[in-house]
C-alpha cells in the first residue's frame, strides 16, 4: 500500500474552501483506488470520498455530498480534495489511502488497514 504526505488544511470560519493534497513520492497512482478519509479525536478513521483508478468513478459520504470534490493527478502522484461550504463537523485531520485490493469506490471508503501519512489538519471554526 502507498503512503502519502498531506498537505493544505488550516483554519476557516464556518463557509469557507480549502484545497486539500496528498502526494505519494514512491509509486505512481496508476490503477490505484484512492480515497480520503478523516479522524477526529477518539473515533476511528471514516471515509471521505473515494475515486476509481480505473474509470474516474467517485463517492462521497452523504453529508459532504455537493461540497466537496474529489479529483487525482496521476502524472503528479496527487489526489486532491476540494472542500467548499466547510462546517464545524469537518474540523478533524484529513489522510489519504490508496490500494489496488478494492475497486469498488463505495467499498473503498469504508476499507480499513491503509498506511497513514501524517494527516493534515482541517479547523472550522463557527
Not at 498537505?7 to 474552501?17: A, D, M, Q, R
Not at 484529513?94 to 501519512?117: E, H, I, R
Request: charged share 15%; hydrophobic share 25%; net charge neutral.
Amino acid at each position: 500500500q502507498l503512503q502519502f504526505v498531506e498537505s493544505g488544511g488550516g483554519l476557516v470560519h464556518t463557509g469557507g474552501s480549502l484545497r486539500l493534497s496528498c502526494y505519494t513520492p514512491t509509486y505512481s497512482l496508476d490503477g490505484y483506488t484512492v480515497g480520503w478519509f478523516r479522524q477526529t479525536p477518539g473515533k476511528g478513521h471514516e471515509g471521505v470520498s473515494c475515486m476509481s483508478g480505473t474509470d474516474d468513478s467517485t463517492y462521497y459520504q452523504d453529508s459532504v455530498k455537493g461540497r466537496f470534490t474529489i479529483s487525482r493527478d496521476n502524472a503528479k502522484n496527487t489526489v486532491y480534495l476540494q472542500m467548499n461550504s466547510l462546517k464545524p463537523e469537518g474540523t478533524a485531520v484529513y489522510y489519504c489511502g490508496a490500494t489496488k485490493l478494492v475497486t469498488d469506490v463505495q467499498q473503498m471508503c469504508v476499507a480499513s488497514g491503509f498506511s497513514w501519512g501524517p494527516g493534515t489538519q482541517v479547523t472550522v471554526s463557527p
